[in-house]
């Protein structure tokens, strides 16, 4: 797919992570099944405050956010935050996603190998794996959760600064803006820590454990790469991440649609960096593979 | 994969217009509501600077709006809208007919009678025309008091005739409403119409000067409403501060507030908001020994009565 010398040079590896998918646009097949269960998914909380939905979904609206959020415009309210909830994009990531993915790398590799691409042979390949790759998808969640309560602490403490002047009100200023860049931050280290694990599950048919070994031993060596090469793609979320913490700044005057676009946008978005990162650490897996 | 795509776009657009089509509309006309509001508000900021095209382009949004919509349940709303935004334009007649409406159409709801009144009132009273505002707030006292309206209108009359200038009236309002206060508080008995009309009554008294009676009403209700839902913290504080500011502000009196405190805490130990009233016992015969001002409590949220 690419010769030694590219393959430590991010820009480079992402290209040609990039091309592979011009080229076999096979790869992006189960990428098309995420995208439609979660616009589905959209969709249903989109409706979910108009009848006949509000008939299931009123009662729990009301009960968890207030009888307030189930009319115009507040119900763009909920409709953002639960659509974008930690707890939903986790469940459908661990328990879907990790199939997808899965799917995609057999592709991945059915190509590098030469081989005819049979989607029916790429499905059959991830599912027998599920179990393994749905603990390889739970393992990034879960770290990045514990990430979060950790710098939860640090922002819990920096709500208590007083300060309104001097170098105590610039650190809980600094805290404080930051929250929604470092989560940002927070998930691409965390898929950093576990990136190798689902290629190994699936190229190398290996079960949890070996997967993880072979993991950390290809991170011992390129994680600060890795790392770069995750962050790169990431970056694109940036616009979404600046128009939803300045919301308050233009609430006025945009209309209350823009919070569901700006959460759609943003789950566009974040299969988008999937695709890029699973595609390109699945080259970098197989040219180290290869280098072997 | 072209055809899969396919194949998914027609199912998300099929359940986007089935979902559509059996909306009852409801959310519709929250939007066009809002959006309505959204221009009644910029109107608002400068009512003077506003042609009168949009004045009457708004009106016709909304009489759309309760064409479109006449059954909903927000449609009554809108009359009271529709006046409010004559009274911007200083239309008088007009924004009166906009809540003539609203009672012609729905008589049967008490809320919103009293509200289409009140604005009544208020136009009257923006043109200087009081007795036909006083005649509009009467009508509030003898048709809709059950309503929180209602409740007011009495303590309103007297505010309004001293604001003119007769005090005759005031006096008069003033025996009037705690005549009503009274009624409502037997009417209905336990509901927050009662525990409003006993909060009223102290108010009225405070108005016609008889400071010692107001306090001890607001003392009373304390112990009778202890353990009631109605006797919410902000509830508690606003009464704790109103019998600390008339009694110890006015008055000079730090043993009043003290001796209704004391004997809420004898009737009621172990009550949530013991700590907080032992507190500002606490505080008043502090001040009391140093003869200086009234400072107050700090109450929390939910306070453990076992602190």
């Known amino acids: 797919?690419?010769?030694?010398?590219?393959?430590?040079?991010?820009?480079?590896?992402?290209?040609?992570?990039?091309?592979?998918?011009?080229?076999?646009?096979?790869?992006?097949?189960?990428?098309?099944?995420?995208?439609?269960?979660?616009?589905?998914?959209?969709?249903?909380?989109?409706?979910?405050?108009?009848?006949?939905?509000?008939?299931?979904?009123?009662?729990?609206?009301?009960k968890l956010e207030g009888e307030v959020f189930l009319h115009y415009p507040f119900s763009y309210y909920v409709l953002a935050k639960w659509f974008q909830s930690t707890l939903l994009q986790s469940v459908i990531f661990v328990v879907l996603n990790s199939f997808f993915i899965g799917v995609s790398i057999a592709i991945i590799n059915?190509?590098?190998?030469?081989?005819?691409?049979?989607?029916?042979?790429?499905?059959?390949?991830?599912?027998?794996?599920?179990?393994?790759?749905?603990?390889?998808?739970?393992?990034?969640?879960a770290t990045m959760i514990?990430?979060?309560?950790?710098?939860?602490?640090?922002?819990?403490?920096?709500?208590?600064?007083?300060?309104t002047s001097g170098i105590y009100y610039i650190l809980k200023q600094m805290?404080?803006?930051?929250?929604?860049y470092f989560n940002l931050f927070l998930a691409v280290f965390s898929t950093a820590l576990f990136i190798y694990v689902i290629p190994g599950i699936i190229i190398d048919k290996k079960?949890?454990?070996?997967?993880?070994?072979?993991?950390?031993?290809?991170?011992?060596?390129?994680?600060?790469?890795?790392?770069?090469?995750?962050?790169?793609?990431?970056?694109?979320?940036?616009?979404?991440?600046?128009?939803?913490?300045?919301?308050?700044?233009?609430?006025?005057?945009?209309?209350?649609?823009?919070?569901?676009?700006?959460?759609?946008?943003?789950?566009?978005?974040?299969?988008?960096?999937?695709?890029?990162?699973?595609?390109?650490?699945?080259?970098?897996?197989?040219?180290?593979?290869?280098?072997? | 994969m072209k055809k899969t795509i396919i194949i998914f776009l027609f199912i998300l657009l099929a359940v986007f217009a089935v979902l559509t089509f059996l909306d009852k509309g409801e959310y519709g006309m929250e939007k066009q509501l809002w959006r309505a509001q959204k221009q009644f508000e910029q109107i608002a900021r400068d009512p003077k600077a506003v042609p009168d095209q949009n004045y009457e382009g708004l009106v016709n949004q909304y009489r759309k709006i309760i064409q479109r919509f006449p059954a909903n349940g927000l449609t009554r709303k809108i009359y009271i809208k529709i006046g409010k935004i004559y009274l911007l334009k200083k239309d008088y007649v007009k924004a009166r007919a906009g809540f003539q409406e609203a009672l012609t159409r729905y008589p049967d709801d008490p809320a919103l009678c009293a509200e289409a009144l009140m604005h009544i009132g208020n136009s009257f009273e923006l043109e200087a025309k009081y007795d036909e505002a006083k005649t509009a707030y009467r009508q509030i006292i003898g048709q809709y008091a059950?309503?929180?309206?209602?409740?007011?209108?009495?303590?309103?009359?007297?505010?309004?005739?001293?604001?003119?200038?007769?005090?005759?009236?005031?006096?008069?309002?003033?025996?009037?409403?705690?005549v009503f206060y009274d009624a409502i508080a037997k009417k209905n008995p336990e509901t927050k119409y009662a525990f409003a009309s006993q909060r009223m009554s102290a108010a009225v008294h405070f108005a016609r000067g008889d400071t010692q009676k107001g306090i001890h009403l607001l003392g009373q209700m304390l112990n009778r409403y202890a353990d009631s839902e109605m006797m919410t913290p902000?509830?508690?504080v606003l009464i704790v501060k109103t019998i600390n500011t008339m009694s110890v502000a006015n008055l000079k009196d730090y043993d009043t507030p003290i001796a209704i405190y004391q004997d809420f805490l004898n009737q009621h130990p172990r009550h949530q908001y013991s700590v907080y009233l032992q507190k500002t016992i606490n505080g008043l015969k502090e001040l009391k020994e140093k003869n200086i001002g009234i400072r107050f409590q700090a109450v929390p949220q939910s306070q453990n009565a076992q602190e």
């Open chain 1, 1 to 62: 797919m690419s010769s030694e010398s590219k393959s430590k040079q991010p820009i480079a590896l992402i290209k040609t992570a990039i091309s592979t998918l011009f080229t076999h646009p096979q790869i992006l097949s189960p990428y098309a099944i995420i995208a439609f269960y979660e616009f589905l998914i959209f969709e249903l909380l989109f409706f979910a405050p108009r009848y006949p939905l509000v008939t299931f979904f009123g009662p729990i609206i009301r």
């Open chain 1, 110 to 141: 059915a190509i590098n190998n030469g081989q005819p691409v049979i989607l029916k042979a790429a499905f059959k390949r991830a599912a027998a794996s599920y179990v393994h790759l749905f603990i390889g998808a739970a393992l990034p969640v």
């Open chain 1, 146 to 163: 514990g990430l979060s309560q950790l710098h939860e602490l640090v922002i819990n403490r920096a709500l208590v600064i007083r300060s």
């Open chain 1, 175 to 180: 805290v404080l803006l930051s929250v929604p």
């Open chain 1, 207 to 292: 079960k949890i454990f070996g997967a993880l070994a072979s993991n950390f031993k290809i991170l011992w060596k390129s994680f600060g790469f890795t790392l770069l090469v995750l962050i790169l793609p990431a970056l694109i979320y940036l616009p979404v991440i600046l128009l939803q913490s300045t919301t308050s700044i233009y609430k006025d005057a945009a209309p209350p649609e823009l919070l569901g676009i700006l959460a759609i946008v943003g789950v566009i978005l974040s299969i988008v960096i999937d695709i890029i990162h699973y595609t390109t650490m699945t080259t970098y897996y197989l040219l180290k593979k290869e280098e072997k």
């Open chain 2, 146 to 178: 059950a309503t929180d309206i209602g409740m007011s209108m009495p303590m309103y009359l007297i505010t309004l005739n001293s604001k003119i200038g007769r005090p005759a009236d005031a006096e008069k309002a003033s025996a009037e409403a705690l």
């Open chain 2, 234 to 236: 902000q509830q508690i």
